[in-house]
């Protein structure tokens, strides 16, 4: 079975602080995903990538980056948190041209 | 633009029986239809997955149709268990080549005893 685990399922930060969620997956997928899901708007993509060391902007992008530095690891960074971001992130894996993704459990992210 | 509708936004229903939850969509090229369960707190299962070529499938108690005409599609559970309370969501993709969907905000269904 396919497998993605995030690193926190519950985190609580600071505004102004800079927040790190990581995602491992353990299928060998080349794609990586992140969405943020919020109450009424449904899941919306802020980055996602082909390949190691490569990442493509989403629809929402803006205060956020992302590293993928190898292919099992995708990397969301919040580089100074806002309360705006405070957020349910999934993380999803899929191999290229299949587009059934599979998703991680998430990670609840409350900013103070 | 592409966008994904999805009714009803909440649904309560009596354990054992039926339920049928919609998708309207907009999505252009039309690729495939995803139907996914998400429980409380955790992410998205993939349940179904229908091409333009396939009007119905099914898993389980559940059976999803698909009209591409109408650009419409309905996900039907029967005999409902109180482990179907969950939200459903809707996701369509787009034939440009590359893994873009669009996401419903999905239906809360509940299920009581």
């Not at chain 1, 079975?1 to 985190?11: A, I, N, P």
């Not at chain 1, 390949?51 to 100074?80: A, C, N, Q, T, W």
């Not at chain 2, 179907?84 to 080549?97: K, L, P, R, T, W």
Request: charged share 20%; with cysteine; hydrophobic share 30%.
């Amino acid at each position: 079975d396919v497998k993605v685990t995030q690193s926190s399922r519950y985190l609580v930060k600071r505004t102004g602080e800079k927040v790190f969620l990581e995602c491992v997956q353990d299928m060998d997928h080349e794609n990586m995903f992140w969405y943020r899901q919020d109450p009424g708007l449904g899941l919306r993509l802020i980055y996602f990538s082909y390949d190691v060391k490569m990442k493509e902007k989403g629809d929402i992008p803006e205060g956020y980056s992302v590293s993928r530095e190898k292919k099992e690891r995708f990397s969301l960074i919040l580089e100074s948190a806002s309360t705006n971001q405070t957020s349910m992130y999934l993380c999803a894996s899929s191999f290229p041209g299949r587009n059934t993704q599979y998703f991680g459990p998430g990670t609840r992210l409350t900013v103070l | 633009k592409n966008q994904v509708e999805q009714s009803p936004q909440s649904l309560i229903i009596l354990e054992g029986k039926n339920c049928t939850l919609q998708c309207n969509y907009t999505v252009s090229p039309f690729s495939n239809l995803r139907w996914y369960k998400q429980d409380t707190g955790r992410g998205p299962v993939s349940l179904t997955i229908m091409t333009f070529s396939e009007n119905t499938k099914s898993n389980g108690r559940y059976t999803a149709t698909l009209d591409a005409d109408t650009k419409q599609s309905s996900l039907h559970i029967t005999a409902s268990q109180l482990s179907d309370s969950a939200s459903y969501i809707c996701v369509v993709s787009a034939n440009f080549g590359n893994e873009k969907l669009t996401f419903g905000t999905g239906t809360r269904l509940t299920i009581i005893p």
